[in-house]
């Protein structure tokens, strides 16, 4: 698969990515995976207004997203998970990725700051360890010129 670029931001498309992520990662489409917003098409249609014209843009579900990440192998992608949920979906259903940003997870109730603009909740927290479990990089950096924080300290 290639898969370029792989986040979690609870606010998928905005400014960081469009004007600091996408001019240094060089994709071609974004698919954002998230079972709320694929329901939603209001936020798809708003999400695509964001999107500059000469990208690609998606929005599925998990499963849909992983059977699509099947059929468009050869094209250069950036994934942004809603949550830590559907980052674990996709790892649970094969999807193949060796480091994820996490950009953005707010504060809501029940959650403890990690690191700088990312909150964990109890659930959040065992998705992020699978993922090192899986030896999968974390990445915590809002934008790319950002200093990554170890992430792997703070959750063991």
């Known amino acids: 698969m290639a898969i ?5 931001d609870d606010r998928l498309i905005h400014g960081q990515i469009i004007q600091a992520w996408l001019p240094v990662i060089k994709v ?5 995976v998230s079972e709320e917003t694929a329901k939603d ?5 708003m999400m695509r207004i964001s999107v500059p014209q000469n990208y690609n843009l998606e929005t599925l579900n998990c ?9 468009n192998e050869s094209k250069k992608i950036m994934i942004l998970c809603h949550t830590t949920k559907e980052l674990r979906c996709l790892v649970d259903a094969g999807v193949d990725f060796k480091q994820v940003n996490i950009g953005g997870m707010h504060y809501s109730h029940g959650k403890e ?7 964990a909740g109890e659930e959040d927290r065992e998705n992020l360890k699978f993922l090192l479990d899986k030896n999968i990089d ?3 950096r809002m934008i790319p010129s950002a200093k990554n924080e170890n992430i792997k ?3 063991n």
């Open 4 to 8: 370029t670029f792989i986040r979690v």
């Open 28 to 32: 071609e489409e974004i698919l954002v």
């Open 41 to 45: 098409k209001i936020r798809k249609s």
């Open 63 to 71: 499963k849909s997203a992983t059977n699509y990440l099947k059929e």
């Open 113 to 119: 700051e990690l690191v700088k603009n990312v909150f």
């Open 138 to 140: 974390i990445d915590t």
């Open 153 to 155: 300290k703070i959750l």
